[in-house]
């Protein structure tokens, strides 16, 4: 497998499809782990909404922290969200045991969010992560456990890793691209990488 690089300062993606709207995030080592921030604002079944999020990761890629919040035509919604990185969660002070043994934050809200599990765990050709999440919806900043599969397939371009993703109770599936940094590139159906 070729040597991961690093991140870059920001990465940005245009999401169309599901949605229309734009996200941007930024990236900031802390110590040997890291701080991601970004907001992404859109339009999905004629609901418009931004979500703006601070999320802080281990030195092994587990989520560790994470505020969200919410902000619709209804109204604003948060949550503070805690691990011990080791699947153990609080969401807003409380223990969630529906959470446990989840090691990442997905972002409904959010594309960066499905290059956590990938870059923590940096799978082989072949190889099948089944990645729970702790999931966080978009328009009320709600948390709830989310079952999702990744496989890692061949690569057909140097650069570039291709996955087959997988989230059962949507229904869902699709082809992931990251580039050699992790980072989603194009995720079908949902958002593509904006900034190159």
Same mark, same amino acid.
């Not at 080592?29 to 999020?53: C, K, M, N, P, W």
């Not at 609080?90 to 290059?115: F, H, P, Q, V």
């Not at 729970?132 to 999702?148: F, G, H, I, N, S």
């Given at each position: 497998?070729?040597?991961?690089?690093?991140?870059?300062?920001?990465?940005?993606?245009? !999401?169309?499809?599901?949605?229309?709207?734009?996200?941007v995030a930024f990236f900031q080592q802390l110590g040997s782990?890291?701080?991601?921030?970004?907001?992404?604002?859109?339009?999905?079944?004629?609901?418009?909404?931004?979500?703006?999020?601070?999320?802080?990761?281990?030195?092994?890629?587990?989520?560790?922290?994470? !505020?969200? #919040?919410?902000?619709?035509?209804?109204?604003?919604?948060?949550?503070?969200?805690e691990s011990n990185g080791e699947g153990v969660w609080e969401?807003?002070?409380?223990?969630?045991?529906?959470?446990?043994?989840?090691?990442?934050?997905?972002?409904?809200?959010? #594309?960066?969010?499905?290059?956590?599990?990938?870059?923590?765990?940096?799978?082989?050709i072949g190889d099948e992560l089944d990645c729970p999440a702790?999931?966080?919806?978009?328009?009320?900043?709600?948390?709830?456990?989310?079952?999702?599969? $990744?496989?890692?397939?061949?690569?057909?371009?140097?650069?570039?890793?291709?996955?087959? $993703?997988?989230?059962?109770?949507?229904?869902?599936?699709?082809?992931?691209? $990251?580039?050699? #940094?992790?980072?989603?590139?194009? $995720?079908?159906?949902?958002?593509?990488?904006?900034?190159?």
């Amino acid at each position: 497998m070729a040597e991961r690089t690093g991140l870059p300062p920001y990465a940005a993606w245009r !999401h169309t499809g599901a949605r229309d709207g734009f996200e941007v995030a930024f990236f900031q080592q802390l110590g040997s782990g890291l701080i991601v921030q970004g907001h992404t604002a859109a339009v999905e079944d004629g609901e418009g909404f931004v979500v703006r999020y601070r999320i802080e990761l281990d030195e092994f890629g587990c989520t560790r922290s994470a !505020h969200v #919040s919410s902000r619709t035509a209804a109204g604003f919604s948060e949550a503070l969200i805690e691990s011990n990185g080791e699947g153990v969660w609080e969401i807003d002070g409380k223990r969630r045991e529906e959470l446990d043994g989840c090691l990442d934050l997905d972002l409904e809200s959010s #594309s960066l969010t499905n290059a956590f599990p990938v870059r923590r765990i940096e799978p082989e050709i072949g190889d099948e992560l089944d990645c729970p999440a702790a999931w966080v919806r978009a328009t009320d900043a709600a948390v709830e456990r989310l079952e999702q599969d $990744y496989r890692r397939l061949d690569d057909r371009e140097e650069g570039r890793q291709r996955f087959h $993703y997988r989230a059962p109770a949507f229904d869902f599936e699709s082809e992931l691209v $990251y580039d050699a #940094s992790g980072l989603i590139l194009a $995720y079908p159906g949902i958002a593509e990488r904006a900034d190159g």
